[in-house]
């Protein structure tokens, strides 16, 4: 079979037409993403559809979806960065609107919607009949506001896979783009105490770098300090 993608924990190959194989690597079972993938699906979200799940339940055999990442299509051209965000945003928002089940794991502090907890630009395909959300280890139920934060604290703080201009001015765009897109519209009471608290949470992931790490421990002491009480 021909490798198409790999991930951290994960590669992707060809499987048939109109069909892909996600394995894992160290032989984790991913029936649960799929029963989550199949879930949301049944409710009317945009994830590839899930056909098979094989190999002692380490690999999945779910639809091809053509097209390009988020994270490439909204910095080329770099201006098109807020209307992505608010694409982003609204998948946040279609998400939030489904209950978490109870076989899914509840995160602190209470609530009871289906949260993806990695729904940034990497994880969302601009396909020709509009963005697909993938990747659905994390999913659990809780406050929908714990999801949108960890997305804008990623965004904000995550490493930019550009050249060095580009990079350097989409960091410079991506702090004040979000604030007006992302931001605007989930401010209240709860966003920056949960923004800090994800960010604080992010830092103990192995795979973020010393830079996105001291990004995220700014960002938990900006927003701490713009949290009331």
Same mark, same amino acid.
């Given at each position: 079979?021909? !490798?198409?993608?790999?991930?951290?924990?994960?590669?992707?190959?060809?499987?048939?037409?109109?069909? =892909? !194989?996600?394995?894992?690597?160290?032989?984790?079972?991913?029936?649960?993403?799929?029963?989550?993938?199949? @879930? =949301?699906?049944?409710?009317? @979200?945009?994830?590839?559809?899930?056909?098979?799940?094989?190999?002692?339940?380490?690999?999945?055999?779910?639809?091809?979806?053509?097209? &390009?990442?988020?994270?490439?299509?909204?910095?080329?051209? $770099?201006?098109?960065?807020?209307?992505?965000?608010?694409?982003?945003?609204?998948?946040?928002?279609?998400?939030?609107?489904?209950?978490? &089940?109870?076989?899914?794991?509840?995160?602190?502090?209470?609530?009871?919607? #289906?949260?993806?907890?990695?729904?940034? $630009?990497?994880?969302?395909?601009?396909?020709?009949?509009?963005?697909?959300?993938?990747?659905? &280890?994390?999913?659990?139920?809780?406050?929908?506001?714990?999801?949108?934060?960890?997305?804008?604290?990623?965004?904000?703080?995550?490493?930019?896979? !550009?050249?060095?201009?580009?990079?350097?001015?989409?960091?410079?765009?991506?702090?004040?783009?979000?604030?007006?897109?992302?931001?605007?519209? @989930?401010?209240? &009471?709860?966003? @920056?105490?949960? =923004?800090?608290?994800?960010?604080? #949470?992010?830092?103990?992931?192995?795979?973020?770098? $010393?830079?996105? #790490?001291?990004? #995220?421990?700014?960002?938990?002491?900006?927003?701490?300090?713009?949290? $009331?009480?």
């Amino acid at each position: 079979m021909k !490798l198409l993608a790999s991930g951290r924990d994960g590669d992707i190959f060809e499987y048939a037409p109109g069909l =892909v !194989l996600r394995k894992t690597r160290d032989g984790r079972s991913i029936a649960h993403e799929a029963r989550t993938m199949r @879930y =949301v699906a049944d409710r009317g @979200y945009p994830v590839p559809r899930v056909e098979a799940v094989r190999a002692d339940d380490t690999e999945i055999v779910m639809e091809r979806i053509d097209g &390009p990442i988020m994270a490439d299509a909204m910095v080329r051209p $770099p201006w098109k960065l807020g209307d992505h965000l608010r694409i982003l945003a609204d998948l946040h928002d279609q998400l939030h609107e489904i209950p978490g &089940p109870d076989w899914l794991a509840a995160m602190p502090g209470g609530g009871d919607r #289906l949260l993806h907890l990695d729904l940034h $630009p990497l994880n969302v395909i601009m396909s020709p009949r509009g963005p697909i959300v993938i990747d659905w &280890p994390n999913a659990r139920r809780g406050d929908p506001m714990a999801d949108v934060a960890l997305t804008y604290a990623l965004i904000r703080c995550g490493r930019i896979p !550009l050249p060095r201009p580009l990079a350097a001015a989409l960091n410079a765009l991506r702090a004040p783009v979000l604030r007006r897109t992302f931001a605007k519209r @989930y401010v209240g &009471p709860t966003f @920056y105490r949960q =923004v800090a608290e994800m960010a604080e #949470l992010k830092c103990f992931d192995k795979n973020m770098a $010393p830079d996105e #790490l001291r990004r #995220l421990r700014a960002l938990a002491e900006e927003s701490r300090s713009k949290a $009331p009480g």
